[in-house]
Nanobody, 123 residues
Framework: QLPLVESGGGLVQPGGSLRLSCAAPGFDYYAMGWFRQAPGKEREGVSCISSSGVSTNYANSVKGRFTISRDNAKNTVYLQMDSLKPEDTAIYYC??????????????????WGQGTQVNVSS
């Protein structure tokens, strides 16, 4: 398996937007997810998407602001983040699931992890 590689992180002002990408070759048949970890806090599930892209799940903290999507032809998963808040500051990790679906954004349903990309929301 090739590794998962995240990109698109950076510094953005509150209210701004970022789009994260995850290169995920070979994972077309698996659910994909995004997780994040802020300094001093536990890892938190953000969103996940089924292999077909039909089914998605979101944490309550990002629902209505973040959108997950995937393009299997490009082997890429995206996380569009809008209306960003300072509390969204964290390292964001892409992960590949054990199955084609994700019942929720639970870490135990994912088994391959990327190295992470830093997102800072600050004025």
């Amino acid at each position: 398996q090739l590794p998962l590689v995240e990109s698109g992180g950076g510094l953005v002002q509150p209210g701004g937007s970022l789009r994260l990408s995850c290169a995920a070759p070979g994972f077309d048949y698996y659910a994909m997810g995004w997780f994040r970890q802020a300094p001093g806090k536990e890892r938190e599930g953000v969103s996940c998407i089924s292999s077909s892209g039909v089914s998605t799940n979101y944490a309550n903290s990002v629902k209505g602001r973040f959108t997950i999507s995937r393009d299997n032809a490009k082997n890429t998963v995206y996380l569009q983040m809008d209306s960003l808040k300072p509390e969204d500051t964290a390292i964001y990790y892409c992960a590949a699931g054990r199955y084609s679906y994700c019942s929720g954004v639970f870490a135990y349903e994912f088994e391959v992890w990327g190295q992470g990309t830093q997102v800072n929301v600050s004025s």
